[in-house]
Nanobody, 125 residues
Framework: QVQLVESGGGSVQAGDSLRLACTAS????????LGWFRQAPGKEREFVAA????????LYSDSVKGRCAISRDNAKNTVFVQMDRLEPEDTAVYYC??????????????????WGQGTQVTVSS
């Protein structure tokens, strides 16, 4: 069992930055890949970034590549995503989830076993 809580969202201006955090409870956090997704009203849940439990390289969606950096601290059961140069199109509820599938499946929301409740990001122009 993994319980996830997102934080760090808010209302910002275009061009600003936010650092989101996902804190997990449970003893198996370090065995999972953790991914960030976002969902805007009327749209499907969209992949943002993911980071495996140890080693390897993170994966970013094309929409945030160059503006996003994901990292994790397994000792604190926390993963962070730094988002820079935010745009109105980034407005969404941001969710973190965990999976143990291979890298090629990371962008698929249906592959994630647990989700947090989300944190709202609103970017105004």
């Amino acid at each position: 069992q993994v319980q996830l809580v997102e934080s760090g969202g808010g209302s910002v201006q275009a061009g600003d930055s936010l650092r989101l955090a996902c804190t997990a409870s449970g003893s198996t956090f370090s065995t999972y890949t953790l991914g960030w997704f976002r969902q805007a009203p009327g749209k499907e849940r969209e992949f943002v970034a993911a980071h495996r439990s140890s080693g390897g390289y993170p994966l970013y969606s094309d929409s945030v590549k160059g503006r996003c950096a994901i990292s994790r601290d397994n000792a604190k059961n926390t993963v962070f995503v730094q988002m820079d140069r935010l745009e109105p199109e980034d407005t969404a509820v941001y969710y973190c989830g965990v999976t143990r599938v291979v890298r090629s499946s990371w962008p698929a929301a249906g592959q994630y076993s647990y989700w947090g409740q989300g944190t709202q990001v609103t970017v105004s122009s």
